[in-house]
T-cell receptor, first 113, second 113 residues
Framework: KAGVTQTPRYLIKTRGQQVTLSCSPI?????VSWYQQTPGQGLQFLFE???????NKGNFPGRFSGRQFSNSRSEMNVSTLELGDSALYLC????????????FGPGTRLTVL | GNSVTQMEGPVTLSEEAFLTINCTYT??????LFWYVQYPGEGLQLLLK?????DKGSNKGFEATYRKETTSFHLEKGSVQVSDSAVYFC????????????FGTGTSLTVIP
């Protein structure tokens, strides 16, 4: 099976712009979660989508949003970018059952200038 | 709230040395516990997990036991190899409706020949 893929792998934006990141989960997986990884804050949960519905949400401002399509692919959008949004954004997919393993993609490195 | 506290790194060991990476958690319910590993230039991979108290997760010579009384999930390996050099993350999943992982800050391990 192909693993979790994320595009693009690297992105450079300026403050105030918006950005969309994409994640394709492992075939058959219906759950997609997004995480932000920074040196200062570590890995922080953004949100989880399951069957096109947001099922869990972390403590991030409304500028961070996402969606999931019928084929389970997911996109994450960040509007009005701030310097502090520079991070590695990781996507993870799973079968959707609680307490089960999540499989992580390689991440998208976002730099905000 | 829910959180994971991990031993600060970096950790440097000689090959065949004994490894312990401490992990303690705070959770509002009964979490599942995980250890993920991130090798240089790669995404996170599940190393082992335990879903209830007194469970022992094991994989590739690594072990961790879910200790409810001490709220701990310490990672151990009897004899490390150079190939074990990576960053190790302890995590918990508390929700019973999908996936919402809380990660520790990660512990960098370098094994020297």
């Amino acid at each position: 099976k192909a693993g979790v893929t994320q595009t693009p792998r690297y992105l450079i934006k300026t403050r105030g712009q918006q950005v969309t990141l994409s994640c394709s989960p492992i075939s058959g997986h219906r759950s997609v979660s997004w995480y932000q990884q920074t040196p200062g804050q570590g890995l922080q949960f953004l949100f989880e989508y399951f069957s096109e519905t947001q099922r869990n949400k972390g403590n991030f401002p409304g500028r961070f949003s996402g969606r999931q399509f019928s084929n389970s692919r997911s996109e994450m959008n960040v509007s009005t970018l701030e310097l502090g949004d520079s991070a590695l954004y990781l996507c993870a997919s799973g079968e959707g059952s609680s307490y089960n393993e999540q499989f992580f993609g390689p991440g998208t490195r976002l730099t905000v200038l | 709230g829910n959180s994971v506290t991990q031993m600060e790194g970096p950790v440097t060991l000689s090959e065949e040395a004994f490894l312990t990476i401490n992990c303690t958690y705070t959770a509002t319910g009964y979490p599942s516990l995980f250890w993920y590993v991130q090798y240089p230039g790669e995404g996170l991979q599940l190393l082992l997990k335990a879903t209830k108290a007194d469970d022992k997760g094991s994989n590739k010579g690594f072990e961790a036991t879910y200790r409810k009384e001490t709220t701990s999930f310490h990672l151990e390996k009897g004899s490390v190899q150079v190939s074990d050099s990576a960053v190790y993350f302890c995590a918990l999943d508390i929700t019973n409706t999908g996936n919402q992982f809380y990660f520790g800050t990660g512990t960098s391990l370098t094994v020297i020949p």
